[in-house]
């Protein structure tokens, strides 16, 4: 960032190159650094108990995220945005702690985030059709009064 603020000789080459270099790094930065926490506070402190409802309920808290971001920061919506460093930094802090919380007090009442009880029902539902179909298949199959073996808990078939 120095380099091209003070636009030294290959900054804009330095710029684009940095993008999408950097990022990764601090990617995984940020990930030794929650390691690190966790590791000292015992995995079992508060700041391990939010990380752990934010993964229960990953795949909602990601949606909100962008929901919440584009509602701040899109033209149509709050109209926060653009922000300088600083801001970007401290937007995300408030909206994280606003995901850690939302996912907290969620998992109090549910066992999971709302859209993985939505992908959850929607997997399973495709499931139970097919075990339906099968039952319904094997009812056909079989004549009526006619008992299996499996119908009851008496190995030698009788009624």
């Known amino acids: 960032m120095l380099w091209t603020h003070f636009r030294l000789p290959g900054a804009e080459t330095l710029s684009v190159l940095s993008r999408y270099t950097i990022a ?15 590791r ?11 990380l752990a409802a934010v993964g229960r309920t990953a795949l909602s808290c990601y949606i909100l995220q962008n929901v919440i971001s584009i509602v701040a920061f899109y033209e149509w919506g709050l109209r926060l945005g653009p922000l300088d460093s600083i801001g970007t930094i401290t937007a995300w802090a408030v909206i994280s702690a606003i995901l850690m919380l939302g996912a ?3 998992l109090r009442r549910f066992p999971q985030g709302p859209f993985e009880l939505a992908w959850k029902a929607a997997v399973e539902a495709s499931f139970r059709r097919r ?15 006619q008992r299996h073996h499996d119908d009851n808990n008496d190995p030698s078939g009788a009624p």
């Open 24 to 38: 990764p790094g601090v990617a995984f930065g940020y990930l030794g650094l929650v390691l690190i926490l966790l």
């Open 40 to 50: 000292c506070g015992g995995g079992g402190g508060f700041l391990s108990r939010q």
């Open 104 to 106: 907290s007090l969620w």
């Open 131 to 145: 075990d339906r179909t099968r039952a319904e298949a094997k009812d056909v199959r079989q004549e009526p009064g």
